[in-house]
T-cell receptor, first 112, second 113 residues
Framework: QQPVQSPQAVILREGEDAVINCSSSKALYSVHWYRQKHGEAPVFLMILLKGGEQKGHEKISASFNEKKQQSSLYLTASQLSYSGTYFCGTDRSTGGSYIPTFGRGTSLIVHP | DSGVTQTPKHLITATGQRVTLRCSPRSGDLSVYWYQQSLDQGLQFLIQYYNGEERAKGNILERFSAQQFPDLHSELNLSSLELGDSALYFC????????????FGPGTRLTVL
């Protein structure tokens, strides 16, 4: 039931692009993305609701394909500050409430 | 700074003991979530409270309990501690009960010896 993220790790040079994927075996109501730097708390990046909506946050954008139960996070022209672990989270509906479930994370390292 | 506070920052205790972790949500947020993060399990949802009432329950052990008080702060109680309970415990808050943007606190690192 935990969403599956790929790849597990990405190593980039500044200015390069990256794509992180998140897929679920269950129907999704929404997908949310967080970034966590080592020793710090996760920080919210964006949330996508069902409908194939694509959202952006500066040079970070994401898409959500409800039919395929997949989401992808796009990081363009990566900066050193993008380094960290990226988590996707999904909601599992149960008894009228939503259980947030997170993937294992994708480690992104950006080198100068 | 997310506006969510957690105390204490670090906690070291022995097996079999009981501890209480405290969380104060952002001003105006009614919903509080508790998570456990360990290297082998990732970020695991434990429990959610909304405006004082339990809203959703995840993989929370029976030895663990939580509550949200009238002033909206929340406490997570962990009892009969085991070595495997060593982890980072985060609380997060959001405005509503439905899943949306969550603001995470700095976490409490629990070490059980």
């Amino acid at each position: 039931q935990q969403p599956v993220q790929s790849p597990q790790a990405v190593i980039l040079r500044e200015g390069e692009d990256a794509v992180i994927n998140c897929s679920s075996s269950k129907a999704l109501y929404s997908v949310h993305w967080y970034r966590q730097k080592h020793g710090e708390a996760p920080v919210f990046l964006m949330i996508l609701l069902k409908g194939g909506e694509q959202k952006g946050h500066e040079k970070i954008s994401a898409s959500f394909n409800e039919k395929k139960q997949q989401s992808s996070l796009y990081l363009t022209a990566s900066q050193l500050s993008y380094s960290g672990t990226y988590f996707c989270g999904t909601d599992r509906s149960t008894g009228g409430s939503y259980i947030p479930t997170f993937g294992r994370g994708t480690s992104l390292i950006v080198h100068p | 700074d997310s506006g969510v506070t957690q105390t204490p920052k670090h906690l070291i205790t022995a097996t079999g003991q009981r501890v209480t972790l405290r969380c104060s949500p952002r001003s105006g947020d009614l919903s509080v979530y508790w998570y456990q993060q360990s290297l082998d399990q990732g970020l695991q949802f434990l429990i959610q409270y909304y405006n004082g009432e339990e809203r959703a329950k995840g993989n929370i052990l029976e030895r663990f309990s939580a509550q949200q008080f009238p002033d909206l702060h929340s406490e997570l109680n962990l009892s009969s501690l085991e070595l495997g309970d060593s982890a980072l415990y985060f609380c997060a808050s959001s405005v509503t009960a439905s899943y949306n943007e969550q603001f995470f606190g700095p976490g409490t690192r629990l070490t059980v010896l």
